[in-house]
């Protein structure tokens, strides 16, 4: 059973538009969602987060929004660089239950085209 | 900000021999570290949790005995691949948090890939 979903496993957008990676998680126990950033042969970078106590979170041009009721959360960026192509992963984790441990979904390869 | 150094990034050995990874944090002190794997075109999976001073906690499926993890000092945890097969060729990526507890992210080395011929 996967516990966090990203169903989208490719999303190619033009440069200075939207793009917007989804996820869906199953487990109620979860309470921090995070957004990881990899580019090939190198290991995942953090992004950027959100509690459950929020339902939205800016840093510059990524925004995550959390949905609780619909377990479900969104990475935008705006606008999309060419540089913003990567796979981007999507985590959860929570006190209560795998205290410590980050679930991660399949990855979703963004390709921002110039 | 913190960073994680894992290596070597790449090794090829033959199937039957050993292989260890090492996985540092430079300008931080991590307790606890986390070991994944990634198939192609798939998630990380968590392998184990590395615990500094004690033993690792391996997740359901993962064999500790082919896996071996040692944590012996706060800025040092090694993952030994032993006896390798072709079949345990993959991305090793271990990670770490800068601060305990479960809402900080993860920062990541820059992975291993092992190639068992």
């Known amino acids: 059973d996967q516990q966090v979903k990203q169903n989208s496993p490719s999303l190619s957008v033009q440069e200075g538009r939207i793009s917007i990676l989804n996820c869906d998680y199953t487990n109620s126990m979860f309470d921090y969602f995070l957004w990881y950033k990899k580019y090939p042969a190198e290991g995942p970078t953090f992004l950027i987060s959100?509690?459950?106590?929020?339902d939205k979170n800016e840093d510059g041009r990524f925004t995550v929004f959390l949905n609780k009721s619909a377990k479900h959360l969104s990475l935008h960026i705006v606008p999309s660089q060419p540089g913003d192509s990567a796979v981007y992963f999507c985590?959860?984790?929570?006190?209560?239950?795998?205290?410590?441990?980050?679930?991660f979904g399949d990855g979703t390869t963004l390709t921002v085209k110039p | 900000g913190a960073v994680v150094s894992q290596h070597p990034s790449r090794v090829i050995c033959k199937s039957g021999t050993s292989v260890k990874i090492e996985c540092r944090s430079l300008d931080f002190q991590a307790t606890t570290m986390f070991w994944y794997r990634q198939f192609p075109k798939q998630s990380l999976m968590l392998m184990a949790t590395?615990?500094?001073?004690?033993?690792?906690?391996?997740e359901q499926g993962v064999e500790k005995d082919k896996f071996l993890i040692n944590h012996a000092s706060l800025t040092l945890s090694t993952l030994t691949v032993t006896s390798a097969h072709p079949e345990d060729s993959s991305f090793y990526i271990c990670?770490?948090?800068?601060?305990?507890?479960?809402?900080?992210?993860?920062?990541f080395g820059n992975g291993t890939r092992l190639t068992v011929t």
């Open positions: 590395s615990n500094e001073g004690s033993k690792a906690t391996y």
């Open positions: 985590a959860a984790s929570g006190a209560g239950t795998n205290a410590g441990k980050s679930t």
């Open positions: 959100i509690s459950s106590i929020k």
């Open positions: 990670s770490a948090r800068l601060t305990q507890g479960t809402y900080s992210p993860l920062h």
